[in-house]
């Protein structure tokens, strides 16, 4: 017999927006149940965010061990033991699991079923035998990696990010097919990691940013060996285990890559099969569900957060989605969603953070803005650390507030913080350019771009002359 549960509300996904959903309905005193098929904590814990990001650290380890010389130091040979890596990688997963584990979450108060969730209805999803019956739905689902038809792929053995974490051995040669924010990552960390890496990206490296900026960054994995095809056309992939060939053509002509792995690194894909959505009302494409701004589907009993939820997939954006929904869905406050201040990070060395719109947007809309610029070399702690490689860009409207901002350097997604509040709350740059700043740290860059803009105006020769002026008054 089915067992039959009523909640206040119901989600399906356990992934981060899913768990910030539950957990915070539960603990606000709702009725909660939590519905996921697979791993506790979704891509982000298990194949995404986390490993990816414990690689890269490993792969700092073992880079800066051959970057002394600037400092005095004799530079040394890292001797990788990728099996260690991967060790790593997972113990670093083992020691957040327990904050998505299940028990935990049955700690709070939640209902967690393990088993795939389908709707029967348009109040009813049905997983394994329990039937719940919820006030309000949430779809958390995610997202899977996107693979493109390419001649001869599907007979090849290849990896995504749900698979290459559970390499113990380090590539020979990986090629990495996808220049965006995963396939970048993943290419400096298996170079420094001692791999020979190939990147193939058919349009432009990390497309989404500012191009003026993303140079230094590809300037700085081509110093590191990594070589980088852009705007290239896959023919085909041939070959087998160990033996992997690539058929590109591109401004130089056609010519084959041959390599020991394939990591597809394409985009994603949102998880919208097998949950009978027609059956509760609820209209979606392949990109995701169909949402209006205060993330309602077209049943207004169910809500969708994350990477489901179509746009920007992140993280933190399935965070916020969750507190939007939970003032939606709990409190009946008509909370909407704003997406104009959501920052991204890509977590090469260095790091690309951005926040807002780029040049390219801002000028693509006729709009009337201000570009200021602070580069790294005139910081005193990056010239301490030898990191002088990076500059801080901020797009300015012509009332001098904060349109965007996008900064490489290292750590840049720490630095990227005060920016997206200056967005968020539309901010004039007096406010940066009043802050006091510790000295010396990189964050006085922003500081220092914010300055920039007054800086005309306050050495000019008006100001001169008044200053003279004010003199002669004693």
Request: glycine content about 12%; hydrophobic content about 45%; some cysteine.
């Amino acid at each position: 017999m089915a067992k039959r549960i009523k909640a206040d509300i119901c989600v399906i996904g356990a992934g981060s927006g899913g768990l910030s959903v539950a957990a915070g309905a539960a603990q606000m005193g709702a009725r909660t149940v939590l519905i996921e098929r697979d791993a506790m904590g979704g891509d982000c814990l298990n194949t995404g965010c986390v490993p990816s990001k414990a690689l890269l650290a490993s792969a700092r380890q073992a880079y800066r061990m051959g970057a002394g010389a600037p400092f005095g130091i004799a530079p040394a040979e890292a001797k990788v033991d990728f099996a260690k890596v991967h060790d790593h990688v997972h113990g670093v997963i083992a020691a957040i699991a327990p904050n998505d584990s299940v028990a935990r979450f049955e700690g709070l108060g939640v209902t967690v079923i393990k088993d795939h969730a389908r709707f029967r209805d348009g109040s009813t999803v049905i997983a394994g035998n329990a039937e719940i019956t919820a006030r309000r739905f949430v779809v958390a689902t995610g997202s899977r990696p996107f693979v493109p038809q390419i001649p001869g792929l599907d007979k090849v053995p290849f990896h995504t990010n749900e698979t290459i974490f559970g390499n113990k051995e380090c590539p020979d040669h990986l090629i990495i097919i996808g220049g965006g924010p995963i396939g970048m990552e993943m290419a400096q960390a298996h170079r420094r990691l001692g791999a020979k890496v190939t990147v193939l990206e058919t349009l432009r490296a990390f497309g989404k940013d500012d191009p003026e900026l993303t140079a230094i960054v590809i300037d700085r994995l081509r110093k590191e060996g990594i070589e980088i095809l852009e705007g290239v056309k896959i023919s085909s992939v041939s070959g087998g285990e160990g033996k992997i060939v690539v058929a590109v053509a591109g401004r130089e002509g056609e010519r084959e890559v041959a390599g020991s792995h394939i990591l597809v690194a394409t985009g994603r894909r949102a998880n919208v099969e097998g949950l009978d959505l027609e059956k509760a009302g609820i209209e979606y494409t392949e990109r995701g569900l169909k949402l209006d701004d205060r993330l309602r589907t077209t049943n207004r009993r169910v809500f969708g957060v994350g990477d489901v939820a179509g746009g920007l997939q992140f993280t933190h954006v399935a965070g916020y989605h969750a507190g939007i929904v939970i003032r939606n869905a709990l409190f009946r406050v008509p909370a909407r969603a704003d997406h104009s201040a959501v920052p991204w990070v890509t977590y090469t060395d260095p790091e690309l953070a951005h926040v807002g719109v780029t040049e390219d947007e801002a000028r693509g809309k006729n709009m009337k803005i201000n570009i200021l610029r602070w580069h790294l070399a005139e910081n005193d702690r990056a010239q301490a650390e030898r990191e002088t490689e990076g500059v801080i860009k901020v797009v300015t409207d012509s009332h001098a507030r904060v349109l965007g901002a996008t900064i490489v350097a290292p750590h840049a997604g720490e630095l990227i913080l005060p920016w997206v509040l200056a967005k968020s709350q539309a901010l004039k740059l007096s406010a940066m350019a009043g802050v006091i700043a510790p000295y010396p740290t990189l964050s006085e860059i922003s500081k220092r771009a914010a300055g920039a803009y007054y800086t005309p105006t306050l050495f000019s020769a008006k100001t001169k002359m008044l200053v003279r002026f004010l003199g002669l008054f004693g």
